[in-house]
């Protein structure tokens, strides 16, 4: 089932700014935020030193990097349900104090001791007491922020656990340069990279102790019961069961899948393979980085650019797009092109990363989606544990090659191949899922492209409102009208307010327009003034009377809004969609319908309904028929947000299925009070 989406699900930044405005919220932040960064920074340093002991043989380098990814992720695998209800047992600020003293500890031995065996046990003890602390931060968060903030602190701490990546990155990158230095003037023994980021990195928890030390405001005892972590076999095996019966979820899930797996394989085989194009610990960082970089981009900017798209189709093409570009980093040899396709890849797979996000909220039902969000988490940690410890496997396995063509030497190596293969995995899922999720099978993506530069589709959303605005469209005497007052009654009936208002005529100035609109006595308007007049009604009606009534929280139900435009002045008269639909998003600061309904009914059979005839009714039926058309387009672009209801059905049928589809948007009082049960 789909659901509208009735406001942007990220707030505004200024909103999300807000809630660090809130000290004891803000200091921790800035602890998370280091000691995220620290998780990183560690992570690039115990793989680089994992390259680093392997002392230039590729098979061992391969293996002891997939050995630092399975001990970094087996404990969360392993322990995450554990320690979640242990953690919940201690006083939170002690302990989080302790671990990060133990991190500390553990970080700091880790190039003192300087061999495989204490590398791997220390990442994995570290690892262990990740566990504790996370549900303990977690869990001390909604005692810092109010109820209504909670949301955006959510966000703000996902930003700092994955904005830290590049910086991480950045900061490892720059510690190469030091350690290139260090190692002219001194012995390298003591300047690799990989023990200056560890030293960095184990300082990092020790600040981020004091800082929570100095957090006296997190309530002393344990936390009240948290659900952070669930049951993970559990979890994997109620989500199968759900997912498998729905073709929309199950097509999302692997595409989802198939991001990380196209994410992760460059991670995990980043480092063999910058080493494969003759680069060091420097390139690395940058490269790891960028992978980050893209998916922030992706995620940040994608939604913004692509908003005109039908999610379901950005979904399966951008993770196609990412896979392409995972393919081609596989055949790159120069390290700058690398990087840049880097960036390309993981913007894409970061796209395709909201996108399944967001209808994934939209799509499941409120009573299971907590269980399939938590399922989804257990999948993705379970198949990041598979792709970061087989890829280098893989890589090891192949080894190093060379080819002639030509007389141009190539040099392709395992990490290179198992990237190419990982590609191509990833452009099968991405196929089969926008396959799957094919939401209009007579339009082709090419002319969704062509739509979208010409700005002529719906999507683009206005600002957020606390109110629901529907509109009725459709041809002549298909019976917006006596829908629109159906659903009125109905919505009443439990406890909405509800406004119905009409185009064009829904104000003072807006009748007088309607008047000179209609009135066949006008005689001929151009094409251009009529699309004018019916933008001028337009404006004055949202301006005056929808939009004060969805800032009040009220439901608007328009009969006829924009898409008339587009399909009377747009496809019926000469002029072309887009600049129609530009026209009115103009005059309505794109004020878009939460929901559309969409009467659809021959042309034939509305004009032979209607008992006189004004200006736009005496035109020709090959006209109504293009007007029909352009509705049936329109409401094909995003079938999220329009919904077409076949009207020559009785009133009663009618009306039931409207009823049905306006049920489910979540925006409803019944549904918010539901949602808080
Ligand atoms: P409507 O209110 O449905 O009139 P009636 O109830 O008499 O059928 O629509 C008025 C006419 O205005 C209709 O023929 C469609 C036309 N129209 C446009 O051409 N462009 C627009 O933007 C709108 C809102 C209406």
Redesign the pocket.
């Known amino acids: 089932m789909s659901q509208a989406l009735p406001y942007p699900s990220a707030p505004a930044q200024s909103e999300s700014r807000s809630v660090l405005a809130i000290p004891a919220f803000r200091k921790l932040w800035k602890s998370m935020a280091f000691s995220s960064f620290g998780d990183w920074l560690g992570l690039l340093a115990t793989t680089a030193l994992a390259q680093e002991l392997a002392g230039g043989n590729y098979k061992k380098a391969n293996f002891a990097i997939a050995g630092v990814f399975i001990v970094r992720l087996l404990p969360a695998v392993l322990l995450g349900p554990i320690a979640g209800v242990i953690a919940d047992r201690f006083d939170r600020r002690r302990l989080m104090i302790v671990c990060d003293i133990l991190r500390f500890g553990f970080y700091l031995s880790i190039p003192i001791v300087h061999n495989y065996i204490w590398l791997y046990t220390a990442t994995v003890i570290v690892e262990a007491i990740t566990l504790f602390w996370s549900p303990a931060k977690e869990a001390s968060v909604p005692n810092l922020v109010p109820k209504e903030k909670l949301e955006s602190a959510n966000q703000m701490t996902l930003l700092a656990s994955y904005g830290s990546a590049p910086v991480a990155a950045l900061m490892f990158a720059i510690l190469a340069g030091v350690a290139a230095t260090l190692t002219s003037i001194s012995n390298p023994r003591y300047a690799s990279t990989a023990d200056l980021a560890l030293y960095i990195d184990a300082i990092s928890f020790l600040y981020t102790a004091w800082v929570v030390f100095q957090l006296q405001t997190i309530p002393k005892g344990a936390a009240s019961k948290s659900a952070v972590n669930d049951n993970i076999g559990k979890s994997l095996i109620d989500g199968f069961k759900f997912v498998s019966q729905s073709k929309v979820i199950s097509g999302l899930i692997l595409g989802m899948l198939g991001a990380f797996f196209a994410a992760g394989a460059v991670i995990g085989l980043a480092r063999t393979f910058v080493g494969d194009l003759n680069a060091g610990d420097a390139a690395y960082g940058v490269l790891f980085g960028s992978v980050f970089t893209g998916l922030a981009l992706g995620i940040w900017l994608g939604p913004k650019i692509f908003g005109q798209f039908s999610r379901r189709r950005i979904f399966g093409i951008s993770l196609t797009i990412s896979s392409a570009f995972l393919i081609v980093l596989s055949l790159v040899s120069n390290l700058v092109l690398a990087i840049l396709m880097t960036i390309f890849l993981g913007a894409f797979a970061g796209l395709s990363w909201v996108t399944g996000f967001t209808m994934l909220g939209m799509e499941v039902e409120d009573e299971v989606r907590g269980r399939i969000f938590a399922f989804v988490q257990s999948l993705i940690r379970v198949s990041l544990v598979l792709v970061l410890a087989i890829a280098p496997v893989i890589a090891a396995s192949i080894g190093r090659h060379q080819f002639t063509i030509n007389n141009v030497h190539l040099r392709y190596s395992g990490a290179a191949f198992t990237m190419f293969g990982a590609g191509i995995i990833g452009l099968v899922v991405g196929i089969f899922s926008y396959k799957r999720m094919k939401d209009r099978p007579n339009i082709s993506f090419f002319s969704d492209i062509m739509a979208a530069f010409r700005g002529e589709l719906g999507g683009i959303t206005g600002q957020a409102h606390k109110g629901i605005f529907i509109a009725f469209e459709g041809g ?2 298909s019976g ?2 006596t829908q629109a007052q159906l659903l009125k009654e109905y919505l009443v009936s439990v406890g909405e307010t509800v406004v119905v208002t ?4 829904g104000t003072v100035l807006g009748k007088q327009l ?1 008047k000179i ?2 009135d066949p006595k006008t005689g001929a308007i151009s094409p251009r003034a ?2 004018l007049l ?2 001028a ?2 404006a004055n009606h949202v301006f005056s009377l929808i939009e004060p009534a969805l800032t009040r929280g009220d439901i608007v139900i328009t ?4 898409d ?6 747009g496809a ?1 008269r000469i002029l072309l969609p887009s600049e129609v639909a530009r026209i ?1 998003r103009w005059a309505t600061e794109s004020l878009t319908p939460t929901l559309t309904f969409i009467m659809d009914l021959p042309a034939e059979i509305g004009l032979s309904r ?1 008992d006189s005839v ?4 005496q035109e020709p039926l090959a006209f109504h028929e293009r007007v029909r058309r352009e509705f049936l387009n329109l409401a094909n672009v995003d079938p999220e947000r329009y919904f077409v209801v076949d009207a020559t059905q009785s009133v009663a049928a009618i009306s039931q299925q409207i009823q049905e589809r306006v049920s489910t948007i979540p925006l409803l009082k019944i549904n918010r009070e539901k949602a808080q049960k």
């Not at 004004?614 to 009714?617: A, S």
């Open positions: 002549e005497g917006k009208s009409r185009e064009p005529g309607r609109l209609l009529e699309a019916y933008a009604d337009r009969d006829r809004y924009l008339s435009s587009i399909a009377y002045q019926g009115s209607l004004d200006r736009l009714e």
